[in-house]
């Protein structure tokens, strides 16, 4: 059994996942389709690189790494990307939380 291949060491499962529903994002290269993505040929372009989608769903897969469903609005595509092949649109240093409202005092 250890010839299973994995992307790297590191298990995301065990921080909260990076990107959050509805946020924006960016594809970091082009994916095509390995045979996955029922209705398209192997090797079709689901996502060209630099389009633009948002976060609809995050799954996880081999108990190692968060999976982002993209809807991504230029293809119309709902693609499956882990967090290495997504950036955020808006910078993680220019996103502000939303304050939270005044205690009664």
């Keep these: 059994m250890s010839n299973i291949v994995r992307d790297s060491d590191v298990v995301e499962l065990t921080a909260p996942p990076f990107f959050s529903f509805g946020e924006k994002v960016r594809a970091k290269r082009t994916i095509r389709n390995d045979g996955t993505y029922a209705g398209k040929e192997i090797g079709d372009i689901l996502a060209r690189k630099g389009e633009v989608g948002y976060v609809v769903s995050i799954g996880t897969f081999l108990q190692q790494f968060y999976i982002y469903g993209v809807e991504f609005l230029e293809s119309g595509n709902r693609v499956g990307m882990k967090r290495k092949e997504l950036d955020p649109v808006t910078p993680r240093d220019a996103v502000e939380d939303i304050p939270l ?5």
């Design 101 to 105: 409202p005044e205690a009664a005092s």
